[in-house]
Structure formats: structure tokens, C-alpha cells
């Protein structure tokens, strides 16, 4: 019996370990750094997800289509490709912990950054996804693999104040940070 609870903790102890290795943390952000951060603020409805290399061939990302509904920040197109890493392409597979999840058929807002790569990105990990359901906002919990930690003490308004927001609302409030940014000013 006392072997039997020795190979349980040590087995325990190992998928721990095992579970942070592949765990990515990310700086938690404000609004308003989410907002500053992001070239695009959308919303609208994923229509198309594919996989593919990036163009140096070392990398795999997974592009999703969203169908614009509305902007909240910038210029955007009816559609816009958003692109996560990771995915299989040619039964050639890589992961990334942590990566953000689209499907088909997600009504969703978010908040996009430009990678040096060219692609856009959901800004702050998944802290820049939202689900729009019944109209109003909320945020989407990380699948597994990532954890937002506080590197600093962020000045700013708290995320979770962006739940149950509509998306006007959220228009109005992205715009009056756009503004202050235009004029100078921090909050």
C-alpha cells in the first residue's frame, strides 16, 4: 500500500511539472493598454479557419476569417484574417500552450495587434477575445496552458469591467481611448 501512494505522488508530482512546462504566462493588461496596444478592434463572426507555414517555412499558424460586423478601433475590411500559432498542416503538427482558440460560427469582439511577421494577433493572449452572446460580452477562458500574471501593478481599468458590456457600449469606450491617445493623454 505504501509503494501504491509513493507512485500516486510522484505521479502527481510529475504531471504537475509536466502541465507548467507546457503553461505560457502573459503580463495581465488594463483596458487601456489592451486598447493601446491593438491596431484593430473588431467584432463580428469567424466564417473560415485554415492552417498553414508561415512564409520562412519554420512556423505553423492557424488563420481564422472573421466577417466585420463592426469596428471599434481602425480600419478595417468586411473580412480580416486573424492568426494564431500553431496547428497541423500536411500531418505536420506544432502547439503553442496557451494559444488562442477560434471555431466557426464564434460571434466574437476583439482586440487585434500587428506581429512582426505581418499577421494579426489576438493582443494579451486570449485577454483580447470575447464571445458576444445575447448581444453583450464575455470574456473567454482560456482552454488550458496559459496564465496571466501581474508583473507590475497595472494602472488602469480591470478587464472584467468589460463583461456583460454591449457592444456599443464597448465602442463608446474604445473611442474615448482612442481620443485621449490623439490628444496626448493618459489616464
Known amino acids: 500500500m505504501a509503494t501504491f501512494a509513493r507512485t500516486a505522488r510522484v505521479f502527481a508530482c510529475g504531471m504537475f511539472m509536466t502541465a507548467a512546462a507546457f503553461a505560457t504566462?502573459?503580463?495581465?493588461m488594463s483596458f487601456e493598454e489592451l486598447t493601446d496596444h491593438s491596431e484593430l478592434v473588431v467584432s463580428g463572426e469567424i466564417t473560415?479557419?485554415?492552417?498553414?507555414?508561415?512564409?520562412?517555412?519554420?512556423?505553423?499558424?492557424?488563420?481564422?476569417?472573421?466577417?466585420?460586423s463592426g469596428t471599434?478601433?481602425?480600419?478595417?475590411?468586411?473580412?480580416?484574417?486573424?492568426?494564431?500559432?500553431?496547428?497541423?498542416v500536411a500531418g505536420m503538427g506544432m502547439s503553442i500552450a496557451g494559444s488562442v482558440v477560434y471555431q466557426n460560427g464564434d460571434q466574437v469582439a476583439v482586440f487585434l495587434e500587428r506581429m512582426p511577421n505581418g499577421f494579426l494577433r489576438t493582443t494579451g493572449w486570449g485577454q483580447g477575445k470575447y464571445r458576444v452572446d445575447g448581444g453583450r460580452l464575455k470574456a473567454d477562458v482560456p482552454i488550458g496552458g496559459i496564465e496571466v500574471v501581474d508583473v507590475k501593478t497595472a494602472a488602469g481599468?480591470?478587464?472584467?469591467?468589460?463583461?456583460?458590456?454591449?457592444?456599443?457600449?464597448?465602442?463608446?469606450?474604445?473611442?474615448?481611448?482612442v481620443r485621449m491617445q490623439l490628444q496626448g493623454g493618459t489616464r
Open 48 to 68: 473560415r479557419t485554415w492552417s498553414d507555414w508561415d512564409s520562412a517555412h519554420k512556423f505553423i499558424w492557424t488563420h481564422h476569417e472573421l466577417k466585420v
Open 72 to 88: 471599434q478601433k481602425g480600419t478595417a475590411a468586411a473580412t480580416v484574417v486573424l492568426s494564431e500559432p500553431g496547428g497541423i
Open 157 to 177: 481599468t480591470s478587464l472584467r469591467s468589460l463583461d456583460g458590456m454591449t457592444l456599443n457600449e464597448l465602442s463608446v469606450r474604445v473611442a474615448a481611448r
Open 25 to 28: 504566462s502573459v503580463p495581465r
